[in-house]
Nanobody, 126 residues
Framework: VQLQASGGGLVQAGDSLRVSCADS????????IGWFRQAPGKERGFVAA????????YYADSAKGRFTISRDNAKRSVYLQMKSLKPEDTAVYYC????????????????????WGQGTLVTVSS
């Protein structure tokens, strides 16, 4: 699996933005896909994850009610729709893949994920 994140940009507080994660390698459908983010000077933290079929999702408390993760296996893509963005959401957003046989959506540690995209920067101005 080879992941490529895209869709980041500069938005204002309260705006919405969708970031995407596309797979150019093997089938994405066998993997749990997670979104993580890393702000300057901070550790990489979990945002959301979706299971192989898209039927089960899990969110960090900071993302609940504002972010929605979804996937389209036919398009080999996973999306993170973000609304009501806040300046504290500013970070580089990474998508990552973990084998569904070993990982569930509630596994929030980055160490559970084996394959990472390069990240896309989201900047939210106040």
């Amino acid at each position: 699996v080879q992941l490529q994140a895209s869709g980041g940009g500069l938005v204002q507080a309260g705006d919405s933005l969708r970031v995407s994660c596309a797979d150019s390698g093997s089938s994405l459908s066998r993997y749990v896909i997670g979104w993580f983010r890393q702000a300057p000077g901070k550790e990489r933290g979990f945002v959301a994850a979706v299971n192989w079929s898209g039927s089960v999702t899990y969110y960090a408390d900071s993302a609940k009610g504002r972010f929605t993760i979804s996937r389209d296996n036919a398009k080999r893509s996973v999306y993170l729709q973000m609304k009501s963005l806040k300046p504290e959401d500013t970070a580089v957003y990474y998508c990552a893949a973990a084998d569904s046989y070993r990982t569930v959506v509630a596994d929030t540690s980055p160490l559970r994920y084996d394959h990472w995209g390069q990240g896309t920067l989201v900047t939210v101005s106040s």
